[in-house]
């Protein structure tokens, strides 16, 4: 007898195949009417149409005629920090751009001043309710990254701040070292690098505080010369990498992702036809932050464009206190339709089974049997309301692991 039969399901939609959806098979859904689910263990042990079922269950929970989809997956937030950027947001509003106010000491490096001297327990306090925020959205895996810690002690910090939330939610949270802003100076960037390389990435690895590293390349940030000595320093160390890069400009680090096999280059909002036509013949995830483009006014990155060359693309919020105030994963993937040019099926697969790959996970972000049973059920008895809906929340339930959570 099975512990936990799941009726009343009017249809259940999921992305298909293991791994990572690429271009066209990103809007292969299958879609399950009159759907039943079997969990046991917190496991999908069986799924399909009503009338297939013949079976028995300890426990049955009628869904009332609901839509189900996987639980969402946020690949890239970073959603510890301290302060706030309304200063920012003001100038921003007053015809100043992002670059100019992080050149002015504004910017990331306002919120490392108001983060860096935070212990732990404050950190992790600070981000509990913006992780709260993103369950309730339907988020059953996030993302979460340092960054604003800078320092090596206060990096060490904001890794144990998202140990501490880990222990406080049943969501998963997927920790990852951000090497974010750098100094000005050669001299300085030089031994700011050789810290990351020789104490601070090591620490992290051998603590297991994170499973993959992060590097903001940009031309006010770092080269895709010194992303290229740090990223190695984490391959070597056994952790997984990321870029952040080609939000402002074309500045190689797309390139080096590809290069160097990285799960996922984040932002693209430049990203030129060449560029998609790269990731494409690649392993790498085109993780697009719609969040950011509308925030800031930025043209969207070509999520169409990215598809249609045979890419596999993610979407996550950036949850972060100065560009992506958006503490919502379904509106990212809303955000994803209007902006980016995904259909509603495509923005579900990017949201759940192409996020996954994004963070180098292959048990989640699909129902299937065999899969981790991490679902949302919907207000609605048709799963497009939640891409289509805005200003209103649309999920109704969120499980983990064939648990329902409190939300």
């Known amino acids: 007898m099975s512990e936990l039969l799941l009726t009343g399901i009017s249809q259940l939609a999921t992305p298909l195949g293991q791994g990572s959806?690429?271009?066209?098979?990103?809007?292969?859904?299958?879609?399950?009417?009159?759907?039943?689910?079997?969990?046991?263990?917190?496991?999908?042990?069986?799924?399909?149409?009503?009338?297939?079922?013949?079976?028995?269950?300890?426990?049955?929970?009628?869904?009332?005629?609901?839509?189900?989809?996987?639980?969402?997956?946020?690949?890239?937030?970073?959603?510890?920090?301290?302060?706030?950027?309304?200063?920012?947001?003001?100038?921003?509003?007053?015809?100043?751009?992002?670059?100019?106010?992080?050149?002015?000491?504004?910017?990331?490096?306002?919120?490392?001043?108001?983060?860096?001297?935070?212990?732990?327990?404050?950190?992790?306090?600070?981000?509990?309710?913006?992780?709260?925020?993103?369950?309730?959205?339907?988020?059953?895996?996030?993302?979460?990254?340092?960054?604003?810690?800078?320092?090596?002690?206060?990096?060490?910090?904001?890794?144990?701040?998202?140990?501490?939330?880990?222990?406080?939610?049943?969501?998963?949270?997927?920790?990852?070292?951000?090497?974010?802003?750098?100094?000005?100076?050669?001299?300085?960037?030089?031994?700011?690098?050789?810290?990351?390389?020789?104490?601070?990435?090591?620490?992290?690895?051998?603590?297991?505080?994170?499973?993959?590293?992060?590097?903001?390349?940009?031309?006010?940030?770092?080269?895709?010369?010194?992303?290229?000595?740090?990223?190695?320093?984490?391959?070597?160390?056994?952790?997984?990498?990321?870029?952040?890069?080609?939000?402002?400009?074309?500045?190689?680090?797309?390139e080096l992702g590809v290069e160097m096999e990285a799960l996922s280059v984040d932002h693209l909002e430049v990203c030129s036809l060449a560029q998609c036509e790269l990731v494409a013949r690649s392993k790498t995830i085109a993780t697009l932050l719609p969040g950011v483009s509308l925030h800031l006014g930025l043209p969207a990155a070509p999520g169409r464009a990215l598809i249609d060359a045979g890419a596999a693309v993610a979407i996550g919020t950036d949850l972060n206190p100065g560009s992506s105030p958006l503490f919502s994963t379904a509106a990212a993937m809303a955000l994803a339709v209007r902006l980016n040019g995904l259909t509603a099926p495509e923005a579900l697969t990017a949201s759940t089974a192409n996020a996954a790959a994004a963070l180098g996970l292959s048990n989640l972000g699909r129902l299937e049997v065999g899969m981790h049973a991490d679902f949302l059920v919907l207000e609605s008895s048709d799963w497009r309301d939640l891409p289509y809906t805005l200003g209103q929340n649309m999920v109704r339930e969120v499980w983990v692991a064939g648990r329902k959570q409190a939300v």
């Open 21 to 254: 959806r690429r271009g066209a098979a990103m809007g292969q859904l299958q879609i399950i009417e009159r759907a039943r689910v079997v969990i046991d263990a917190g496991v999908i042990s069986w799924i399909g149409p009503e009338y297939e079922w013949s079976g028995n269950a300890e426990s049955v929970v009628d869904l009332g005629g609901r839509a189900v989809v996987p639980g969402l997956i946020d690949p890239h937030t970073h959603a510890v920090w301290g302060g706030d950027r309304l200063i920012d947001f003001e100038a921003r509003s007053a015809g100043a751009t992002y670059e100019e106010i992080l050149a002015a000491g504004g910017g990331i490096w306002h919120t490392i001043r108001e983060t860096a001297e935070k212990s732990s327990e404050e950190m992790a306090e600070l981000a509990l309710p913006r992780i709260q925020a993103l369950q309730r959205s339907g988020a059953t895996t996030i993302e979460v990254k340092s960054g604003y810690g800078y320092t090596l002690e206060a990096e060490l910090r904001m890794l144990e701040a998202i140990r501490l939330l880990q222990k406080r939610t049943l969501s998963r949270l997927v920790p990852t070292l951000l090497i974010h802003i750098c100094p000005e100076g050669f001299t300085e960037r030089q031994a700011y690098r050789e810290m990351v390389c020789s104490e601070l990435i090591p620490e992290v690895a051998g603590r297991g505080l994170a499973s993959a590293v992060d590097i903001f390349v940009e031309r006010h940030a770092w080269s895709a010369v010194d992303a290229r000595i740090v990223l190695a320093c984490a391959q070597a160390a056994g952790l997984s990498i990321k870029l952040h890069t080609e939000q402002f400009q074309q500045v190689g680090g797309l």
